[in-house]
């Protein structure tokens, strides 16, 4: 594929999610806690949570009916919850791995991504409308569980403005975009350098949908392979997942990365009801599928690593 191509089927992708962390590293209570222990003041840091968690605290203690009120419903929570499932679960699994905070997405999978986080973007004010409103009682609950930690001048007064939603987009840079005053054979290197680092990006973000392929392969072959293999139905759910958005995914149009996807879109046919009750059907299935996995293993080699893309 030439590097002018490349262009034209992928662009970069920013998400930017601010937010207000809810805790606060206590100077105070650190230097006090060594204190008591008798250790250094470096020996470790105390932090607080400046909003009531959902995690319950003992019925006894005075703090129990301020904690009890937030346990059902915490908006603080929730709204953390679906920026933390935003920015990576769905933005990680509906792009690929570029650099320096930028996702590629591809052209194929653009109008599913921007659907996607429009949607995102919807809930994300439906919730800080929710905080917002809720925000004065959680400040009063946690006044009272906090107690003595308790700092008024740690809690913003315009709780609203620490967060904000952006999506930025950005073409792929491409070599011969240059404006600058330098000799020919300067801006040749720059360019050739540019090229090779687009070639390397774009190879490198191919891999890694094949990647993604190959882990959901491994999880499903390991757990079939177990004698009598207890499993939620997101086990066959991820693969079917993972066969659509790789499907978008799969910037080169590469016909290896096609067939094998399809083999395993047929393979997550089978219902997981089916495999946990026909041992015949299920041995069947965990073949194909390290059968699958070989195929994987041969064409793009073996799954690399990776942190956030990965899940």
Known sequence: MQTQELHTRAILVAVNISSWSGKKKDANVSREAAAAHGAHESAGQYTKNLLPSTVKIDAKAKAAKAQKAVESSNSFQALMAHINDTRNNF???QTLKWSDGWQLL????YQAYVDGMRERQHKFNALLADFVADYPRLRDAAKVILNGMFDESEYPANIASKFSFKIEFAPVPQGGDFRVALADAEIAAIVASTE???????????????????????KLVAKLGENKPIFRDTL????RDMCAVVG??????????????????????TEPETLRKNEDVRVETAARAQGILDEFTAAFGKKKATKKNAK
């Open 196 to 218: 090779a680092r687009v070639k390397t990006a774009f190879q490198d973000a191919q891999n890694e949908a094949a990647g993604r392929m190959q882990e959901v392969l491994e």
């Open 106 to 109: 591809p052209i194929k999978n």
């Open 91 to 93: 933005h990680y699994k």
């Open 248 to 269: 978008r995914l799969n910037i080169a149009d590469d016909p290896r990365l096609e067939k094998l996807r399809r083999e395993a879109e047929l393979l997550a046919m």
């Open 236 to 239: 066959i759910g991820n693969v």
